[in-house]
């Protein structure tokens, strides 16, 4: 069965960095796609970015351009967002799923529980 985790929220000033990690298991190969979503309180879930399973190509939504990056590391089984910068309209439940990586964030079937991340002085 797969199995998403994500650890690494928390609370940071604006401007500050965080950098979210997912572990993933039950796959026979990691080199799946992978997406990282969001959702704030009372708004629609939103895909931040996302590294495609064949050639690690990426994708970002336009509000974190230049500020956030995707990576993954297929030895550890573990999939990255790298997140500087922090404003606080990036404040949201960030979560890891598995994604197609087709100029966005197309979510597949499974889904990690979520990590909190909060952006306020």
């Known amino acids: 069965q797969v199995q998403l985790v994500e650890s690494g929220g928390g609370l940071v000033q604006p401007g500050g960095s965080l950098k979210l990690s997912c572990a993933v298991s039950?796959?026979?190969?990691?080199?799946?796609?992978f997406g990282w979503f969001r959702q704030a309180p009372g708004k629609e879930r939103e895909g931040v970015s996302c590294?495609?399973?064949?050639?690690?190509?990426?994708y970002y939504v336009d509000s974190v351009k230049g500020r956030f990056t995707i990576s993954r590391d297929n030895a550890k089984n573990t999939v990255y967002l790298q997140m500087n910068n922090l404003k606080p309209e990036d404040t949201a439940v960030y979560y890891c799923?598995?994604?197609?990586?087709?100029?966005?964030?197309?979510?597949?079937?499974?889904w990690g529980q979520g990590t909190q991340v909060i952006v306020s002085s």
């Open positions: 799923a598995t994604a197609f990586c087709w100029g966005a964030v197309i979510p597949r079937d499974s």
């Open positions: 039950g796959f026979t190969k990691i080199d799946y796609g």
């Open positions: 590294i495609s399973g064949n050639d690690d190509s990426t």
